[in-house]
């Protein structure tokens, strides 16, 4: 979501943001209008077939399949540049890594047409995280990390209560920004 709503910053390295889940696309079309998500392209995997599984990034035992939350940098020629690969559903790295990778690349800024993906979402589709549950989740991430962080004395598990507290901030400080837009 942080990479997703900083769409001037991805865009101006010459990138976009492609998202692919299990999730078919009519769920996905139903994200796209419940988040505003025109600026990044949802790619559908429902069996990790196509993309998730040769990417080493689909867990077949978890829920039925599920992808793995990963961030990948993909150059113009196909070749991978950079890959976080998340420990769980809940990790996720720092802008700034990502930010200078697509920097290395070089590239020209983009200006890419919004995704529109065209399909009829049922008012009844539920399941999806409600805009309104984003400021909430997170602040209370944020508050469970600083609070096992100093419960716990082994300086590791402290350095992952950090880094997932500082994620937790990340993901606010994107989401104050561009709440107005989303949502």
Do not use: C
């Amino acid at each position: 979501m942080r990479l997703a709503t900083n769409r001037d910053r991805i865009h101006g390295a010459g990138a976009e943001v492609i998202a692919i889940s299990v999730d078919d696309e009519v769920r996905q079309a139903g994200m796209r209008d419940r988040w505003g998500l025109s600026f990044a392209r949802l790619v559908s995997d429902p069996g990790g077939e196509r993309f998730l599984g040769p990417l080493g990034l689909f867990d077949p035992e978890e829920r039925d399949g599920i992808a793995l939350p990963a961030i990948l940098v993909i150059d113009p020629d196909g070749n991978e540049v950079y890959r976080y690969e998340g420990r769980d559903f809940a990790d996720r790295t720092t802008d700034d890594d990502v930010y200078k990778a697509l920097d290395g690349l070089g590239l020209e800024a983009i200006d890419p047409s919004p995704w529109d993906p065209r399909i009829d979402v049922p008012s009844e589709l539920r399941g999806f995280f409600r805009p309104s549950d984003f400021g909430p989740y997170f602040r209370g991430t944020r508050s469970g990390a600083t609070a096992i962080g100093m419960r716990l004395p082994s300086k590791e598990t402290a350095a992952v209560a950090r880094e997932h507290r500082q994620m937790a901030q990340a993901s606010l400080d994107a989401w104050e920004v561009h709440e107005p837009t989303l949502g």
